[in-house]
Structure formats: C-alpha cells, structure tokens
C-alpha cells in the first residue's frame, strides 16, 4: 500500500506558474504509473497527466500540452506536476493517483490518491 501527500498549490495570476509535489511513503513509486487529475465542484475527476515508468512514457490532456509537465525523482519517491502559462480554466484541486502497470485516463482504474491541492488561478 502506498500513501500520497500533495502540495505546491496555491493561488497565482493568470500567465504564472506552480509546481505540484506528490510525495509517497509505503512502497516506492517506481512500481506504479503516477497521475495527476483535477477536479471542479459538480464535475467529475479530470485526468491532466500520467507517467508510466516502466516504458518511460508521458500522457497529458490536450488542454495542458505544452504547458503542464509531468515528471518524478524515484530517488525521492516524489511525482511533480510543473504546471506554466496557467489559464483561470485551470482552477481545480489537483490530485495524485497511484496504480500498478500502465497509465489509464478514467479515474476509478486508480486505488491510490492523495488529498488534494486547491490550484486557482485569478484573472
């Protein structure tokens, strides 16, 4: 079993930058594909970006090509989500995801998650 705690969010103008930390305790990241997604109230968990160690691969959502990126430090059993040029449609809590071989889009292919971190972006 793995435990995921995010952190990094906060609020910023829009055009700035954060950078998003998912630091995991149990078991180390190297064995999962690592996600983040992002959620607004009433709608449903939005994937944003994933990264499947075993192959060494990215996925993002359209909406974020080019201006999100999805990385980790296994050293540090730490995901990070370095998120520029950001948009008020980026307003979300941003969430961190955890599962077994490779990256899925849809959010119940998940069993782990950390808590959330509110991300707004002002206009």
């Known amino acids: 079993q793995v435990q995921l705690v995010e952190s990094g969010g906060g609020l910023v103008q829009a055009g700035g930058s954060l950078r998003l930390s998912c630091t995991a305790s149990?078991?180390?990241?190297?064995?999962?594909?690592m996600a983040w997604f992002r959620q607004t109230p009433g709608k449903e968990r939005e994937f944003v970006a994933g990264?499947?160690?075993?192959?060494?691969?990215?996925y993002y959502v359209d909406s974020v090509k080019g201006r999100f990126t999805i990385s980790r430090d296994n050293a540090k059993n730490t995901v990070y989500l370095e998120m520029n040029s950001l948009k008020p449609e980026d307003t979300a809590v941003y969430y961190c995801?955890?599962?077994?071989?490779?990256?899925?889009?849809?959010?119940?292919?998940?069993?782990?998650w950390g808590q959330g971190t509110q991300v707004t972006v002002s206009s």
């Open positions: 990264h499947t160690w075993t192959a060494d691969k990215t």
């Open positions: 995801a955890a599962r077994f071989s490779v990256v899925e889009t849809t959010a119940s292919y998940y069993l782990y």
């Open positions: 149990g078991r180390t990241i190297s064995d999962y594909a």
